[in-house]
């Protein structure tokens, strides 16, 4: 048997049925993750920063960058930030590179958490990066997630394909995960955020 929505109109009532915005919101509500905000670079920043996180409603974001283009060749990376506006230096992370063979970097205690930590990135339209984070805060003082990147190269194809996980302590229960910070030097890019449902 098959099923139908009916929608309100422009000129219906209320109980004509769901509204376009009803029936928007139950197919959100039924995804694993909800979009938030697009973000530009209009111009050349050092550090792109987004520090719109709300851990302590939502379980955690996912972070999409496409086209991040460098001003010049870098070791993208990027840091967690906590309430106040101090950074995680005690993060530790493995990532998994796919270049040209199965290898793999196991870092501890460390600032910065590399995409790629064997190979640099290139300037220029064929050389933008695209990457994604996904970032969870627990209740036990401690935050995780996952990551991936990859550079688009002159062929069409993709290059410096990497993909790792990291966790990091933020010390104490008021030191909310509250922003990502990519470095280094970009010129121009996009990156849209997402967050899950709310904390039960």
């Known amino acids: 048997m098959s099923r139908s929505i009916k929608l309100v109109g422009s000129t219906g009532s209320a109980s004509a049925g769901l509204s376009t915005e009803d029936v928007?919101?139950?197919?959100?509500?039924?995804?694993?993750?909800?979009?938030?905000?697009?973000?530009?670079?209009?111009?050349?920043?050092?550090?792109?920063t987004i520090s719109?996180?709300?851990?302590?409603?939502?379980?955690?974001?996912k972070i999409v960058y496409e086209n991040f283009d460098p001003q010049s060749s870098v070791n993208p990376h990027f840091r967690v930030r906590k309430a106040g506006g101090d950074f995680v230096n005690n993060n530790s992370?493995?990532?998994?590179?796919?270049?040209?063979?199965?290898?793999?970097?196991?870092?501890?205690n460390q600032s910065n958490i590399y995409w790629n930590p064997d190979n640099t990135f290139g300037s220029g339209t064929a050389d933008r990066m695209q990457a994604e984070i996904e970032i969870f805060q627990s209740d036990n003082d401690r935050y995780y997630g996952y990551h991936k990147v990859n550079q688009k190269d002159v062929g069409g194809f993709y290059d410096?394909?990497?993909?790792?996980?990291?966790?990091?302590?933020?010390?104490?229960s008021g030191?909310?995960?509250?922003?990502?910070?990519?470095?280094?030097?970009?010129?121009?890019g996009t990156a849209y955020l997402y967050r899950t449902a709310k904390r039960a």
């Open 24 to 48: 928007t919101s139950l197919i959100s509500s039924k995804g694993e993750w909800e979009f938030v905000a697009k973000y530009e670079i209009t111009s050349s920043v050092s550090t792109f």
């Open 52 to 61: 719109d996180l709300d851990m302590t409603t939502y379980r955690g974001y």
């Open 93 to 108: 992370y493995v990532v998994h590179r796919h270049n040209t063979s199965f290898l793999a970097n196991a870092n501890t």
């Open 160 to 172: 410096n394909h990497a993909e790792g996980s990291f966790i990091g302590n933020r010390s104490a």
């Open 175 to 188: 030191d909310n995960v509250t922003g990502i910070a990519v470095q280094d030097n970009w010129t121009s």
